[in-house]
């Protein structure tokens, strides 16, 4: 009796990475970057698997994961903050490599909400008001930030949000 079978006998060779995670841009002033990195190894490269994971204050998802094409891919943020994203390159045999790049997410200012919305203020009654500043991410940017009052008619505002109807 004999028999026969297969072997596939790979160098061993660890992937090497050639351009280290970068992220463009490293500021963000959004929700999104492209993030990039990209390694050789004794077998081609596009048989190298890309996957990109993050550590920061909120979920991170990105467009492309764990595939060749993820050699450069969008990351989406889902608040502001500090985060590392590392990505990690394997290849067929399950060697790795992995780089890591820092991205600073920045809250940015893109709306003033102010309750109540709707009010009905009698002549001489007075309604205060407040306004929270928002970020791109809907969420109240933390600290304390001056806010200017302006009415249009019937009435006048303070600087502490107070309407007085006329």
Same mark, same amino acid.
Request: glycine share 10%; charged share 10%.
């Given at each position: 009796? /004999?028999?026969?079978?297969?072997?596939?006998?790979? /160098? *061993?060779?660890?992937?090497? &990475?050639?351009?280290?995670?970068? +992220?463009?841009?490293?500021?963000?002033?959004?929700?999104? !970057?492209?993030?990039?990195?990209?390694?050789? @190894? @004794?077998?081609?490269?596009? !048989?190298?698997?890309?996957?990109?994971?993050?550590? %920061?204050?909120?979920?991170?998802?990105?467009?492309?994961?764990?595939?060749?094409? =993820?050699?450069?891919?969008?990351?989406?943020?889902?608040?502001? *903050?500090?985060? =590392?994203? !590392?990505?990690?390159?394997? @290849?067929?045999?399950?060697?790795? +490599?992995?780089?890591?790049?820092?991205?600073?997410?920045? =809250?940015?200012?893109? $709306?003033?909400?102010?309750?109540?919305?709707?009010?009905?203020?009698?002549?001489?009654?007075?309604?205060?008001?407040?306004?929270? $500043?928002?970020?791109?991410? #809907?969420? =109240? &940017?933390? %600290?304390?930030?001056?806010?200017?009052?302006?009415?249009? #008619? #019937? *009435?006048? &505002?303070? $600087?502490? *949000?107070?309407?007085?109807?006329?």
């Amino acid at each position: 009796r /004999s028999a026969t079978s297969a072997v596939t006998v790979g /160098s *061993g060779l660890a992937p090497v &990475i050639v351009a280290a995670a970068s +992220a463009m841009p490293q500021t963000v002033l959004g929700r999104t !970057t492209t993030v990039r990195a990209l390694a050789q @190894d @004794d077998a081609p490269e596009t !048989t190298l698997t890309y996957r990109w994971r993050a550590m %920061g204050p909120g979920a991170v998802t990105f467009l492309s994961n764990d595939t060749n094409g =993820a050699k450069q891919t969008v990351a989406t943020f889902e608040r502001p *903050g500090a985060y =590392a994203l !590392t990505v990690t390159v394997a @290849d067929a045999q399950g060697l790795q +490599a992995e780089s890591t790049v820092s991205v600073q997410v920045d =809250a940015v200012l893109t $709306a003033v909400e102010v309750t109540p919305a709707v009010v009905t203020v009698t002549a001489l009654g007075q309604q205060p008001f407040t306004a929270t $500043a928002l970020d791109q991410f #809907g969420l =109240a &940017i933390p %600290g304390t930030m001056a806010m200017a009052w302006q009415v249009n #008619g #019937g *009435g006048a &505002i303070d $600087a502490a *949000g107070v309407f007085t109807a006329r």
